[in-house]
């Protein structure tokens, strides 16, 4: 009989894979140097597979190990997901769920749906965490997080998604900016060396490139914004034209601006809003109860967005 790791190996080495460092990875499992040596040792022999490399000065990780890294994560998740579902079948909807949510989303969703779920679930709680797409599902995987409330597109390959409704882009811009003239506002293609883009690493610089079906666009300043506000004072001092998503608009991000928000003609680029969980996740009923939430508060929204978007075309 094949003799298969164990859970407490697998997390030493994934400890060592984190730090780098056998002292450091040693007192994050709370063991002693030689013990954590050992179980990396039996981990290497069970599967025979040279998983770290070390000397003196340094520690690294082989190219195989990188690979038995991530499988080792999903391993260690879905054993803390089976711990927690054992706990949670007698007392559904009354945990604490850890939920990641973007910047470009958590400010102009969250204030309506969190009430919601306070009345409808009153036993269950919301621990908060705003963070990069990237960072959010890293920190799922390794089961530091439930559920990630991101925009696609995004590579959500393994991981279980649900998509709960599109958030169009509006056009935002001064109010004599030549780009707002006429009843249609077509796509800026002919202008996207004007608009203005949020730096590396968030996905609504990715979904405006998208909408602009430009791969990348360089500004020969090198300037970007760091986040909504960033860029919507840039667009404010004329620097140029920028794409935000309706729900920011909606929202209220512009009221203490000068700047005029017009909708895209139809079809409009539009990203997705998705609730993401692990498939082993032991939340499933609470991860059904946040999408269902969610999907009608974006209802409700709907109908106040028509409003503007009537008022915005008079």
Known sequence: MTLL???????????????????????ACFVGQSTLSAGLKELEESLGLRLVERDRQNVSITPTGLEVLERAKLILAASEDLVEFASACGKPMSSTIRLGVIPTIAPFLLPNVLPEIRERFPDLKIALREDLTANLLTRLAEHQLDFALIALPYETKGLLVKELFNDEFWLVARADDPALKGKEIQMPAKMAERLLLLEEGHCLREHTLQACKRS???????????????????????????????MAVKGGLLNSSSLVARPLAQPAPKRVVALIARP???????????????????????????GIRKSVMA
């Open 5 to 27: 790791p164990s859970l407490r190996q697998l997390s030493y080495f994934v400890a060592i894979a984190k730090e780098l460092n056998f002292t450091r990875a040693a007192q």
């Open 280 to 306: 082993s996740t032991a939340h499933i009923e609470e991860f059904n109860a946040l999408c269902a939430c969610i999907v009608d508060q974006f209802k409700v929204g709907v109908r106040v967005s028509r």
């Open 216 to 246: 990348d666009i360089h500004k020969a300043d090198g300037i970007e914004a760091t986040s909504l506000l960033t860029l919507l004072q840039m667009v404010e001092s004329g620097m140029g034209i920028a794409l935000l998503p309706e």
